[in-house]
């Protein structure tokens, strides 16, 4: 990427959401454009005129950090803005821009055996690209229809939100997750602008999608280390879960790891998630014959449903499978769920394009 028109672009957008008002400059004149002019960003700053339209055409090679400090005071930057500029900064100029390592596109051993062992919370390892690189048990069933979507590739949030309809069923919150992902991929790119697959994608997503590319011309930079996101989950329906973003600065990833208030239904619905992608790993690792038959040669990392039939009545630990009908073939519901201890049984109903998969756990009689 230009690293030029990087800090052109992300300095004029900044300066364009300042007022004289906010600044606490007066205004006067007419203005052709929104926020403040060069010449007060210079005065705020403390340099002259002349220096800071030499950084805003886009070069900042040997600025000290002094200035800029004021340039961010006065252009009012947030601490994730901060850091971007001083990325910008970093890897201007022929002699300092230094390729970073290449993201990784797996995870060491060591850290899958960690993501493993937690198994009451969705936890999934990112790069900075949003590519899912790996996830827990119950992490795949969070983030199935994204996995699903991937067809076998390594699933990467930006593509299944800009280029899958499907994101906007998932996604409780688009808009809001599709600013997320884009911010995140802006910083991503003032990091390392000789990335050359982030590159590639954002080439891919600003052809290829009208609402990422308006996204991408704002030059929004945001932190995502806590916070809330919804979902509306096929199987389970809404959710609300608190993430926490941990960095591993050995391996330049991040770990994200979800969970529900206790007590709530986004608690309960994510027990009952866990309860089904159990049941649906049981199916995958003994498939009738006719599932194996069909099942061979294939390949992906989805959450495929393989449904051995049993007898009709549900009973401890087994699972039924009935045939689907024309009006519930291809929608994932529940038609019950957890809604405490006092509960007798839990009762999962699965609806797939091919079958209706009833998983019943039922008390032991005395």
């Not at 007590?263 to 995958?284: M, P």
């Amino acid at each position: 990427m230009d690293n030029r028109s990087q800090i052109r672009e992300f300095l004029t957008s900044r300066r364009a959401k300042i007022t004289p008002q906010q600044a606490g400059l007066p205004s006067y004149g007419t203005r052709r454009v929104p926020g403040l002019r060069r010449a007060e960003v210079a005065q705020l700053a403390g340099v002259s005129v002349e220096y800071y339209s030499r950084l805003e055409r886009g070069d900042l090679s040997g600025v000290s950090a002094g200035v800029l400090d004021a340039i961010a005071r006065a252009l009012r930057l947030d601490d994730a803005e901060r850091t971007h500029l001083e990325d910008l900064a970093r890897t201007a100029g022929p002699g300092r821009r230094r390729r970073r390592r290449s993201a990784p596109r797996r995870v060491r051993p060591t850290v899958q055996r960690i993501l493993d062992s937690m198994t009451d919370a969705p936890a999934v390892i990112m790069n900075g690209r949003c590519d899912v690189l790996a996830a827990n048990a119950l992490g795949r069933a969070l983030y199935a229809p994204m996995i699903e979507a991937a067809n076998g590739a390594v699933p990467n949030h930006a593509r299944f939100i800009f280029l899958d309809p499907r994101s906007r069923d998932f996604w409780g919150d688009w808009d809001r997750a599709a600013d997320d992902t884009v911010a995140l991929l802006q910083a991503e790119a003032g990091r390392d602008p000789c990335d050359r697959d982030l590159t590639e994608l954002v080439g891919e997503l600003s052809t290829r999608s009208d609402d990422f590319r308006a996204r991408w011309a704002r030059h929004d930079v945001r932190q995502h280390h806590i916070g809330t996101k919804p979902f509306h989950h096929p199987v389970v329906g809404e959710l609300r879960l608190d993430y926490e973003s941990l960095d591993l600065p050995a391996d330049d990833l991040t770990l994200v790891a979800y969970d529900a208030e206790p007590g709530s239904d986004s608690r309960d619905k994510l027990d009952l998630l866990a309860s089904w992608a159990t049941t649906t790993a049981g199916s995958r690792r003994r498939p009738d014959r006719r599932s194996a038959g069909r099942s061979a040669g294939r390949r992906g990392v989805g959450l495929r449903r393989t449904v051995r039939r049993r007898d009709a009545r549900p009973s401890a630990g087994r699972i039924v499978a009935s045939r689907p009908t024309a009006t519930t073939a291809c929608t994932p519901r529940i038609i019950a769920r957890v809604t405490g201890s006092s509960t007798p049984s839990m009762t999962i109903v699965v609806l797939t394009a091919k079958c209706v998969a009833i998983a019943a756990r039922t008390p032991a009689r005395s």
